[in-house]
């Protein structure tokens, strides 16, 4: 474990979901053409709201985890014609989203992050909840369990995380 980050699994069966709110939506894609317009308008959003971030994702770089390891998730709203926000994720670690850093620990699971919601549109104030909320619903389909990390400073998401049954689990090397 890391000081600096704050590592976290959800078990299927310990996930405890809030009310989904209909006027929310989600979609998995996993090619830039499938998401081109929506993916193009978040990149220009973290470009605007953390311009001093010297690692914040280009276009390039979210074709290049399309084209390798990664999957990304499209957050809608019914008020908003673009996506609202992101998340991406991987049957591996990662922590660039384009290579591999190590195996999950457990079969049948998922590795999730890189969230990000436009606060430059008016969202709503439930947005971060019901992103967290649908994206770990999509996950539950799929696989047994839910592996992510947050910078240790990043209070908001974890909180919202632990609402939804979140536990912290040491599984990074």
């Given at each position: 474990?890391?000081?600096?980050r704050y590592e976290m699994?959800?078990?299927k069966n310990e996930f405890a979901p809030f009310p989904f709110k209909d006027s929310y939506s989600i979609r998995s894609i996993e090619k830039f053409k499938e998401g081109e317009y929506h993916l193009n308008k978040i990149v220009e959003s973290i470009n605007q709201?953390?311009?001093d971030w010297p690692t914040r994702p280009t276009i390039e770089d979210v074709k290049k985890r399309l084209d390798t390891i990664s999957k990304c998730f499209l957050f809608f709203h019914k008020d908003f014609d673009q996506a609202i926000g992101w998340g991406w994720y991987s049957e591996v670690v990662t922590?660039?989203?384009i290579n591999e850093s190590e195996p999950l620990p457990?079969?049948?699971s998922v590795y999730f992050g890189g969230t990000y919601v436009c606060k430059d549109l008016d969202i709503p104030l439930s947005t971060g909840l019901q992103m967290?909320?649908?994206a770990f619903r999509m996950f539950f389909e799929k696989y047994d369990y839910t592996y992510g990390y947050m910078d240790s400073w990043n209070k908001a998401p974890q909180k919202i995380c632990h609402k939804l049954g979140v536990k912290q689990v040491n599984f990074m090397k």
């Open positions: 474990m890391s000081d600096d699994r959800v078990k709201r953390l311009s922590y660039d989203w457990t079969d049948n967290y909320n649908f």
